[in-house]
């Protein structure tokens, strides 16, 4: 694997280090001009993924870039969250923060025969996270595989 089709893991998050970490990919019938600009309005994410909820980007813009803060809630937890990785229209990740929670969600979006392959990794920290894995094994797996099934939905509109 090269640098251009794997996620940039900050040292404390790196995969093999945290408690928990899931992987998602999928493959869009849509280019990853057109992934990215859905997936980049983080106020739109409730409209797709239902997991999502109270997004507001700090500063108003309808758009995360680099450096953006942001929180919403997802489940169950609100979430305080900063963009710490932004190179449109293939990288983007943040480190999201909340009672019991400490997560890095990374995106890859990589052009494709016929569209996009996106990978959606997390690794993640915390009493909370960890409760959560306890109690319900598959929950972020499923929940990621339905947000990238909506992205997919949304960016080949």
């Known amino acids: 694997m090269t640098d251009t089709d794997a996620i940039r893991w900050p040292d404390r998050y790196a995969p093999a280090l945290a408690p928990i970490h ?8 849509a280019p990853p001009e057109a992934v990215w600009a859905v997936l980049i309005r983080a106020a739109d ?5 239902a997991n999502a909820s109270k997004v507001v980007v700090e500063g108003g813009g309808p758009d995360l870039g680099a450096g953006a803060r942001f929180s919403w809630k997802t489940f169950g937890v609100d979430l305080k969250t900063q963009v710490l990785e932004f190179e ?4 983007i990740a943040w480190l999201a923060m909340g009672t019991g929670v400490e997560a890095y969600h990374a995106w890859l979006i990589q052009p494709a025969p016929g569209g996009s392959h996106v990978v959606t990794e997390e690794t993640q920290y915390g ?3 960890r409760a959560g894995r306890l ?4 929950r972020m797996e499923r929940w990621h595989q339905r947000w990238l099934e909506g992205l997919a939905e949304a960016a080949e509109r």
Do not use: I, Q
């Open 22 to 29: 899931v992987v998602n990919d999928l493959a869009m019938a």
């Open 45 to 49: 994410w409730p409209g797709f993924y």
């Open 88 to 91: 449109p229209p293939h990288r």
């Open 127 to 129: 009493v909370a996270a």
């Open 135 to 138: 109690l319900f094994p598959d």
